[in-house]
């Protein structure tokens, strides 16, 4: 893979049905142009995702929203105006034009205007809606960083875009809005609270799936590293592995016997854990320990979506006995 030297570069490949990774504030992207069938089908190669997992669709600007989406409630456009450009994705009533492979064969569409400007320039000069999961294996480690991206994919896709670390560092919150109800799909990089603010009312919650997510990141099994990983609320007296690692939000008063510890946020602040999470968690899985002890996050703000990302990330399906 050969990364372009510029966003006139990239945007020409998008429209031309190519597949380019893409920084936004939340994750790396891995992009195409959403109305292309075959396009969007390089996309499921490339990562090897299944197609029953659908995709969040990407727009430059809020104008573009008519292109892909059928109508655009009123509480709907109170969270667009308090939460875009941002870690927001709405599932809304799909457009005709927008394939059935984005949604999984669903009538719902998840879009987001990104906040990362680099990308929404490339998105302005392509001048297409761009289909954008996170640019690694399915169900692997999220990237936010260029490299992480290089790591996973690799020559699978044609081009990347290295716009430094990602700010936010974890994925989009998703909500589903039908009238005036909404409902949380994916904890991310909003917190739940700051939404309830935003539309004046409880949020529902539905973090759970089927056999077939009502959006991406549902699944029992996601965001996993290859080494094992454990969660738990205090650190162990002694270390479960020969080597271990431990993933702690703040300084440990003892970790002795650990090979490896990251700390996310040596004073406790959830948003400095967050823009860490997924290097540290990158960098654990690549010390070649037998295992990786996290600590469970407070369950507040951002910490509850970092806590959903554990709890996928060490989910272990049960043996089926012979």
Same mark, same amino acid.
């Given at each position: 893979?050969?990364?372009?030297?510029?966003?006139?570069?990239?945007?020409?490949?998008?429209?031309?049905?190519?597949?380019?990774?893409?920084?936004?504030?939340?994750?790396?992207?891995?992009?195409?142009?959403?109305?292309?069938?075959?396009?969007?089908?390089?996309?499921?190669?490339?990562?090897?995702?299944?197609?029953?997992?659908?995709?969040?669709?990407?727009? #430059?600007? +809020? *104008?573009?929203? $008519?292109?892909? /989406?059928?109508?655009?409630?009123? %509480?709907?456009?109170?969270?667009?105006? @308090?939460?875009?450009?941002?870690?927001?994705?709405?599932?809304?009533?799909?457009?005709?034009?927008?394939?059935?492979?984005?949604?999984?064969?669903?009538?719902?569409?998840?879009?987001?205007?990104?906040?990362?400007?680099?990308?929404?320039?490339?998105?302005?000069?392509?001048?297409?809606?761009?289909?954008?999961?996170?640019?690694?294996?399915?169900?692997?480690?999220?990237?936010?960083?260029?490299?992480?991206?290089?790591?996973?994919?690799?020559?699978?896709?044609? #081009?990347? +875009? *290295?716009?430094? $670390?990602?700010? /936010?560092?974890?994925?989009?919150? %998703?909500?589903?809005?039908?009238?005036? @109800?909404?409902?949380?799909?994916?904890?991310?990089?909003?917190?739940?609270?700051?939404?309830?603010?935003?539309?004046?009312?409880?949020?529902?919650?539905?973090?759970?799936?089927?056999?077939?997510?009502?959006?991406?990141?549902?699944?029992?099994?996601?965001?996993?590293?290859?080494?094992?990983?454990?969660?738990?609320?205090?650190?162990?007296?002694?270390?479960?592995?020969?080597?271990?690692?431990?993933?702690?939000?703040?300084?440990?008063?003892?970790?002795?016997?650990?090979?490896?510890?990251?700390?996310?946020?040596?004073?406790?602040?959830?948003?400095?854990?967050?823009?860490?999470?997924?290097?540290?968690?990158?960098?654990?899985?690549?010390?070649?320990?037998?295992?990786?002890?996290?600590?469970?996050?407070?369950?507040?703000?951002?910490?509850?979506?970092?806590?959903?990302?554990?709890?996928?990330?060490?989910?272990?399906?049960?043996?089926?006995?012979?």
């Amino acid at each position: 893979m050969s990364p372009p030297a510029s966003i006139e570069m990239i945007a020409d490949i998008l429209r031309k049905g190519g597949l380019a990774a893409l920084p936004t504030e939340t994750v790396y992207g891995l992009g195409a142009n959403a109305l292309d069938p075959v396009a969007v089908a390089r996309i499921f190669a490339a990562k090897e995702r299944p197609f029953f997992d659908p995709l969040i669709v990407h727009l #430059a600007d +809020l *104008d573009w929203l $008519p292109r892909v /989406v059928k109508s655009f409630p009123p %509480i709907a456009k109170t969270l667009a105006e @308090r939460f875009w450009p941002g870690p927001m994705t709405l599932v809304l009533p799909k457009s005709e034009v927008v394939p059935d492979l984005v949604t999984s064969g669903m009538p719902t569409v998840g879009i987001r205007i990104p906040d990362h400007e680099l990308t929404r320039q490339v998105l302005r000069l392509a001048n297409v809606p761009v289909a954008a999961p996170s640019a690694n294996l399915f169900g692997r480690l999220s990237p936010t960083t260029a490299e992480h991206v290089r790591e996973q994919l690799g020559d699978r896709i044609d #081009a990347l +875009l *290295d716009g430094g $670390p990602c700010r /936010v560092g974890v994925e989009s919150s %998703i909500l589903r809005v039908e009238g005036d @109800r909404v409902t949380l799909l994916r904890p991310g990089g909003i917190p739940v609270e700051e939404i309830e603010i935003a539309v004046g009312a409880p949020v529902h919650h539905e973090l759970t799936t089927g056999d077939k997510p009502a959006a991406p990141g549902m699944l029992d099994s996601h965001y996993a590293p290859r080494t094992p990983l454990t969660v738990g609320n205090q650190i162990p007296p002694a270390a479960p592995w020969p080597r271990s690692g431990l993933l702690t939000f703040e300084a440990p008063h003892d970790s002795h016997g650990y090979a490896m510890v990251e700390v996310l946020s040596p004073k406790g602040d959830l948003v400095t854990a967050a823009a860490q999470f997924f290097q540290a968690l990158h960098r654990l899985d690549a010390a070649g320990l037998d295992g990786i002890f996290a600590i469970a996050f407070p369950d507040r703000g951002l910490g509850r979506a970092l806590n959903d990302r554990l709890k996928r990330a060490a989910f272990r399906k049960a043996e089926t006995p012979n």
